[in-house]
């Protein structure tokens, strides 16, 4: 993890010091022939003008900054990028400041290499050099990995050189196998590079290339990239409420100041908060500056273009890990030149250098899934505030349920608090029920309870629409063995594997490992013995279809809505009356506006207060106020129905009452007395091999040199919750300490402290939000 201070592997070893002891007290012979020399070949800079060094940052976690030469007749400023040769290979990089990062081994003159290429696109700028190290610096993550977010792949591809994609003849091959078969219909009308295909179809590259052969597919040169069009400010302005007109000037007035603030827009569901931010879009537009939305989820990014488009005559270009290769180099370059207005992205959009950034927006920003969980462990919010602090820019966080740490932030008087207390055009919130699942059991081997299918029943008879939520992917989520008690578990993780009934497949929701559901049971091999416990969507919807057989269901989860075509779907045939009944995982419960969906069953509301995570109720709260706001947003009055045992819980009684102030106070409250953030910070160490016993012993040796100090506490190591996952062993050290402790410092000096083997990887997670 540290990566300071390494030399250039593809340096030759050096050659003879020249000159070196030219001014010391003995003059050698060898001295005198070294200051012949010296006369006779002059080092290049007596000649020419000083030779242009350059530290470059390479786009590797591996090493620090190297410095190489500028070829002469070029330039490479502060911010270039550039590709530099590194051993046998080249490789992207940035130009830095050298005083970034600490020094690198000094490397003299005659050992560098010359760089191979200033790529012509804009210097990355200073506020966004900036804001890397801070990430790295932050999140004790290699510098280099965060500048892989300012440069993907897309950065070094030459905008105007065209691609070939390939796309469906609607011809089909003369020879017809069943896996082409297959892979022509997941490809539909669908457009991409022959990677881009395979892995759509989940096929290899050489089935596509024998699918253009057989002239099912044709290709198609992506030429120079087409811009943009240009948002129009005033295409179709709404007719502000006097209290978001109130709330609007604020923001505009934020963005017209162009200075950093960090402005809590909090409105409960379906007050507007869209509509009020897109008029500080608006404002930056004016101004010609560019705007970034940050969405929690891609599934949501197509329903925002459709609504931006309608806002300002144009969609927004998009950013998220679906677009094609074509589509990424396009933003790419149209963010980087500031011909791209707005963005709507996922948090990898963040990092991308904007050329004239104006405003960020954070929407939905209590969503934990702005909160990366692999590589740079980086929180998307976190790192938004952090870049309009260092570019001096407004940064707008919108939610119906603010996280606690932007609640502490208003409180400490760090951010603006900007409320929308009641929804647009008279539309009522939702009155929030709970049903006491020990007084009111489902049938046996069911999960509805009877008050929620009756409420069911009204709805279906009205032409009414209903929202069953369930965070539970697949039909169910364990599967057993009647005779011997067996549990079907992942060979690669400490988890079960979920069945996913309409693939006829069980899978790792993990690690991704599929297989079969096995007619025996793997232990005993008793035939037709595996039960499934416990519910999933898929075993609700079984449910909904035998108990209302004429319904329109929809499943919607990461399964059903994989792309943004498939989202865009979803929207239209809800909003089309196609469907009576959505069931849905945490996909469901944010963004959607469906005006005649009147009803919300929460199916097992106490699902997320297990774990023992210390946002357990934070997190309830939040998306049980979420999935209720989907009810009643038009003229028709909702209903959410809340399934719980522990109808008694805070939590439960705060919701029922509607009592979202008091819920938060009592919560910080408890935060507060345990020092729990935002009061105290957590860091996890996890320390993991696929060898256990180089894990543990690592994590001992870790432990064994836990640092000491006034307020902090080391917990473990031990074997983490998910002890073992995709292959790996997992041990963890949890660190807990007061706010204002130096908990980077402290893990840096600890981590240099022992010795690493090879086989062994540390994540290191600062701010956690997962606890497995
Ligand atoms: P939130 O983001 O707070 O949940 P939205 O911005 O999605 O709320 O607004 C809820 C619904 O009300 C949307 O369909 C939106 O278009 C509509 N709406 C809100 N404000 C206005 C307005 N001033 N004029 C017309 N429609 C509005
Ligand atoms: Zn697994």
């Known amino acids: ?164 994609e390939y796309r469906a003849t609607g011809a089909l091959p003369a020879r017809m196998t069943p896996q082409r078969s297959v892979a022509l219909e997941k490809i539909g009308e669908r457009q991409g590079m022959v990677r881009e295909l395979a892995a759509l179809a989940e096929v290899s590259d050489a089935v596509i290339r024998g699918l253009v052969n057989a002239g099912a597919l044709e290709a198609v040169s992506v030429a120079a990239d087409a ?149 740079v462990h980086y929180h998307a919010r976190d790192v938004a505030v952090m870049r309009g602090h260092f570019e001096g820019l407004p940064v707008v966080l919108a939610s119906a349920t603010p996280a606690l740490e932007s609640l502490a932030m208003v409180e400490a008087g760090r951010y603006r608090h900007i409320e929308l207390p009641a929804r647009f055009g008279g539309a009522t919130l939702p009155d929030l029920t709970a049903i006491d699942m020990r007084q009111d059991p489902p049938d046996r081997g069911t999960w509805l309870a009877p008050p929620l299918v009756a409420a069911l029943a009204d709805r279906l008879q009205k032409g009414e629409q209903s929202l069953l939520f369930l965070n539970r992917r697949g039909f169910a989520p364990l599967t057993l063995c009647r005779t011997c008690g067996h549990r079907i578990q992942c060979p690669n993780c400490t988890a079960w594997m979920v069945e996913h009934r309409l693939v006829h497949r069980l899978a790792c929701h993990h690690c991704g490992h599929v297989m079969p559901p096995p007619r025996l049971c793997p232990e005993c091999e008793d035939e037709d013995s595996l039960v499934a416990c416990g519910p999933g969507v898929e075993r609700v919807a079984d449910e909904v279809g035998l108990r209302f057989p004429e319904a329109r269901v929809a499943i919607v989860t990461s399964d059903t809505l994989w792309s943004p075509a498939k989202a865009a779907e979803f929207v239209d045939n809800v909003e089309g009356g196609l469907v009576d009944i959505i069931i849905g995982t945490q996909l469901v419960t944010k963004g959607y506006h469906f005006p005649n969906l009147t009803l919300v069953g929460v199916v097992d509301a106490d699902l997320g207060l297990d774990g023992g995570d210390l946002r357990a109720s934070e997190r309830t709260f939040q998306q049980i106020a979420q999935v209720a706001g989907r009810a009643g947003r038009g003229v028709k009055p909702g209903e959410v129905l809340i399934q719980t045992r522990v109808p008694d819980a805070p939590v439960m009684a705060a919701l029922v009452a509607n009592d979202r102030n008091g819920f938060y106070a009592a919560e910080a409250a408890a935060r507060k007395f345990a020092g729990a953030p935002p009061y105290g910070r957590f860091a996890a160490l996890v320390i993991s091999s696929e060898d256990i016993e180089i894990a543990r012993g690592v994590a001992q040796r870790l432990g064994a040199k836990a640092p000491v100090a006034e307020g902090l506490a080391v917990y473990g190591p031990a074997p983490a919750p998910l002890a073992m996952l995709r292959g790996r062993h997992r041990f963890r050290l949890l660190l ?33 939000y997962s606890f497995v």
């Open 1 to 164: 993890m540290d990566c300071r201070g390494q030399s250039n592997p593809a340096l030759p070893l050096p050659i003879a010091s020249r000159g070196e002891d030219l001014y010391g007290s003995n003059w050698s012979l060898a001295a005198i022939a070294n200051l012949a020399a010296f006369l006779f070949y002059p080092p290049p800079y007596i000649l020419r003008s000083p030779m242009t060094r350059a530290r470059v940052l390479l786009l590797t976690a591996a090493l620090g900054p190297l410095d190489y030469r500028v070829p002469y007749g070029s330039e490479a400023p502060l911010g270039s990028v550039v590709v530099a040769p590194l051993g046998p290979r080249k490789m992207g990089g940035v130009v830095w400041e050298d005083s970034a990062f600490g020094a690198p081994e000094a490397v003299g003159d005659n050992r560098l290499r010359n760089l191979y290429e200033v790529v012509p696109v804009p210097p990355v700028p200073a506020p966004l050099r900036r804001l890397v190290e801070w990430t790295s610096d932050y999140y004790l993550a290699p510098p280099g990995a965060v500048l892989r977010m300012v440069l993907p792949g897309a950065a070094f591809s030459d905008a105007r050189r065209p691609i070939v």
């Open 227 to 375: 811009p943009y069009p240009e948002p129009d400010p005033g295409f179709a302005p709404p007719d502000l409420s006097d209290e978001q007109a109130a709330s609007a000037a604020q923001l505009r007035d934020a963005v017209t100041a162009a200075k950093f603030e960090t402005l809590l827009l909090d409105g409960v569901t379906g007050s507007g908060k869209t509509e009020v931010y897109m008029e500080a879009i608006a404002a930056a537009v004016e101004a010609g500056r560019q705007t970034l939305v940050l969405l929690p989820e891609i599934a949501l990014t197509e329903p925002m273009l459709t609504r931006f488009a309608a806002r300002f005559g144009c969609e927004p270009v998009p950013w998220h890990s679906g677009l094609r290769a074509t589509e990424r180099r396009r933003a790419w370059h149209a963010i980087a030149s500031g011909e791209a207005k707005i963005v709507v992205g996922a948090r990898s959009a963040l990092f991308l250098p904007y050329a004239k950034l104006g405003l960020i927006v954070v929407d939905e920003a209590h969503e934990t899934s702005f909160k990366q969980e692999d590589g």
């Open 736 to 768: 807990h300490a007061p706010r204002s402790f130096d908990l980077q410092g402290t893990i840096r000096a600890w981590v240099d402290s022992i010795e690493w083997p090879t086989k062994a990887r540390l994540a290191i997670d600062i701010d956690p």
